[in-house]
């Protein structure tokens, strides 16, 4: 009898133990939800007030309901359920939880006449035994007639992504949507393969944060009577590091090849266009006050007039506590690859912020700024694009000459009014030419803007003087003959006013 009750009534411990656990899981749960609740609408950075409007607690399953209100407007709120599994799964964790917006009014009917019985949107959450949590989200496919616009057709490829969050607040976010586009007869656009990938070290302040989010577009295509457009492989990512008390901020946008046609006019085409900036050195406590100002529900409710009365101390201390800390603009690269070749820049924008007292617009604040950039351009894009400037230039000099505007002319023309513009860029040391290319190099230091190592006044004081008006030249009349009258001279030909005589 005693071996007995030695089983039994640790299995009943057990037992009770493992009945109980759903239930303190629940409690849990409505725990873990309410203080979320409350973090998420303290949070300034987060646009919405987050409250718990109810938790109905089951022995294994519950719901519960949140609302989120937008700081910057009341009037906005949707609510969300949560249908809760608080069953220990050994293959997943403590807590599954599915969760779909609730909406209402015509944001309802709008997603209805779309999604059908469908949720627009539904997030499937697990958390694990080790405090992390993974989401899960979809979004349903549809192809259908824009609502009210019967003639206009809507495609949504769906969207599927995930949601890695562990419990020392590191975050890795990928969403995934094969396509979306609009088709109105014969005007159609879209976009295929967009993805949005997140990967950051979410510890501290938003100021404090360390990681990379990337958006990218394989393809964007509109085509339409008058115009047809086509970018492929766009990106875009923004990124952050902390150093010490400053932050390193980044940004970067490409673009793999683009092109766009009209009907009669040659195809405009580019490849490798990329934007690439950094901002250094900025003072990590003076972010961290402009963004809790920028997201706080005060800062958004301002109207325009009252913007435009603010008092500008805040922005001068904010601007002073930037500039002690020399900040640093770089920007990386600039560049793109066209037909007629190619572009790049570099440059860095640096203040020395030592010892900076007070800030004021004086000229010990300007000597304090340095800066530095060189571009080089192909000599043939160089070319084409004075000559396009330049044909609005031909196309008056011919109507004062009474030439004929053709385009064997203007193009003529347009070809000597460039390179006498390109000899004079050349020869006044504002380009170098460097191959078959030309470069620029400017540098700003002790209050002096140099070009190409010369003082830019003295390069473009010679630049900005009057140009020479352009005339046509003639043939020059034959010398009289003996005991004969002059001859009257030749009438200039087309081909002499192009500047290519035949």
């Known amino acids: 009898m005693k071996k007995f009750a030695l089983v039994i009534v640790p299995l009943a411990v057990i037992a009770g133990a493992a009945g109980a656990m759903p239930w303190y899981v629940g409690v849990q749960a409505d725990r873990a939800l309410r203080n979320e609740a409350s973090s998420l609408s303290h949070n300034p950075q987060f646009p919405f007030a987050v409250s718990l409007l109810r938790f109905d607690r089951g022995w294994l399953s519950s719901t519960a309901v949140t609302r989120f209100t937008l700081k910057a407007d009341a009037d906005y709120t949707f609510d969300v359920r949560h249908d809760i599994a608080q069953l220990p799964d050994p293959r997943e964790g403590w807590v599954r939880v599915h969760s779909i917006p609730v909406w209402i009014g015509p944001i309802k009917a709008l997603l209805d006449y779309y999604f059908g019985n469908q949720p627009a949107l539904s997030v499937d959450t697990v958390v694990g035994f080790d405090g992390s949590r993974t989401a899960r989200i979809l979004s349903p496919a549809f192809s259908k ?55 950051w070290n979410m510890q501290g302040t938003a100021a404090d944060w360390q990681g990379e989010t990337k958006l990218a577009v394989g393809e964007f295509r509109f085509a339409g009577p008058q115009q047809q457009v086509a970018l492929r492989d766009l990106s875009g990512a923004v990124y952050q590091r902390t150093k010490g008390d400053n932050v390193l901020i980044g940004y970067v946008l490409r673009l793999g090849a683009g092109r766009s046609h009209r009907p009669g006019e040659a195809e405009d085409s580019f490849s490798n266009a990329v934007l690439d900036l950094e901002f250094d050195q900025i003072d990590k406590r003076a972010l961290a006050k402009y963004l809790d100002a920028l997201a706080s529900a005060e800062s958004i409710r301002i109207t325009a007039d009252a913007q435009s009365g603010m008092p500008a101390q805040p922005v001068l201390e904010l601007a002073m506590q930037l500039l002690r800390g020399s900040p640093v603009i770089r920007l990386r690269q600039l560049g793109v690859e066209t037909p007629a070749g190619g572009l790049s820049a570099q440059a860095t924008l640096a203040f020395d912020g030592t010892g900076l007292g007070k800030v004021q617009l004086t000229p010990e604040l300007l000597s304090r700024l340095k800066a530095k950039g060189n571009l ?66 400017a540098e700003f230091a002790g209050g002096q803007v140099l070009v190409n190592g010369q003082p830019a006044s003295q390069l473009f004081g010679s630049m900005l003087m009057p140009a020479p008006t352009m005339q046509p030249t003639s043939p020059t009349p034959a010398p009289p003959a003996p005991r004969q009258a002059a001859s009257p001279p030749l009438p200039a030909s087309p081909a002499v006013f192009a500047g290519s005589p035949r």
Do not use: C
């Open 376 to 441: 080089e351009i192909a000599g043939t894009l160089l070319r084409a694009q004075l000559q396009r400037k330049a044909r609005a230039q031909a196309e008056m000099a011919l109507a004062q000459q009474g030439a004929p505007n053709t385009e064997v002319n203007l193009k003529a023309l347009a070809e000597k009014l460039s390179e006498e513009q390109l000899k004079s860029l050349t020869e006044s040391g504002l380009l170098h030419a460097s191959g078959s290319s030309f470069t620029v190099e």
């Open 145 to 199: 007639a824009v609502n009210g616009i019967p003639a206009t057709k809507l495609n949504w490829g769906g969207l599927q992504g995930t949601v890695n969050l562990s419990r020392d607040e590191r975050m890795a976010f990928k969403l995934v949507a094969p396509q979306f586009g609009l088709e109105a007869g014969e005007v159609q656009s879209g976009m295929k393969n967009l993805s949005l990938d997140a990967n």
